[in-house]
């Protein structure tokens, strides 16, 4: 068998597939195909009536999706945002189950000529789908300092963002930065080595790829759409990466608004919660993180859309 030249290993699989419960006649939908690693154990699970749909916005890991999974009836194929799966009739028509397996996959963290990676140098893109919007250097090229401090706060937590945006606009204007090295060894120079085991780029990349591919935008459109495209009873799968991504599907999960009341004006409805959180969030054991680091900082939530047979509680 060949091996990929780029792979990735899934993460809290076993985790993922009893959280979903996949039966054999359902009809689930991976939104982050990547390279598969959930949605072939998906498949293995259905009969002939089964459907699974899948989608990335990464023409890439597509290809890979259509190699792999175009002659199979069972299999639909879609090179989209997971942000627009109402948009897809099969979807609108009623899901058993939605993974969304968020960030990016470990082969465009690899690939160089993506962009996305501090470690190895190749032009400044990012973009997880090249086809569309704006890449990483050209969003630099033109956004004022405020605007680069106010992202690399929001999305990375970046305590020195200030600093770093300050250096990226004086760089600029000077001569373009045009590779993830450049942008690297910038950072690098401006705050140095300041925590242990991590390079001082790390949070300034996460918040330009977040802003670049609108992550955070995705990310509430895609849970409010599996959220109306599920069936009473189905079920949804997040894995998040880092804590600002969790924190949103937690609050969507509860049903909460991020929004406090404000004197003097009636309280919003509350509407009906739709989803109910089922057990507690998981973490990746040992023994997994022996074999897939990248699994480390991540974290799954299951929930459940309301009505339908099944008790939430009574999966565990
Ligand atoms: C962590 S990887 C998924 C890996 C996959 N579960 C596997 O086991 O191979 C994330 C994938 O989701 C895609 N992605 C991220 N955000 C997306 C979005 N809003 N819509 C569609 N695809 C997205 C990325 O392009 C990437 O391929």
Redesign the pocket.
Known sequence: MNTPRFA????L?AEVLEGLRVQADGSYL???????????EVLARLGPEGRLLL????P??IADARREFEGDARVRIRH?????MGEWQEAAAGLDGV??????????LDDATRGFSFQADGPLDMR??PTRGVSAADWLANADEREIADVLWRHGEERMSRRIARAIVERVREQPLRTTRELAELVARTIGHRERHKHPATRTFQALRIHV???AG??QR?LEAARDCLKPGGRLAV?S?HSLEDRVVKQFIRGEVARAPRRGLPLPEVAAPALVAVGKPYFAAEAELAVNPRARSAVLRIAQKVGGDHAAGAHR
């Open positions: 990735h290993v899934p993460v699989l991976d939104g982050t195909f990547g390279r598969g690693g959930h949605a072939r989608m990335d916005r990464d890439e890991a989209a945002n997971f942000a627009e993974l969304l397996d968020l960030g990016v996959s470990s082969p465009q997880m789908d591919n609108d992550e995705s990310l895609g894995i990466f």
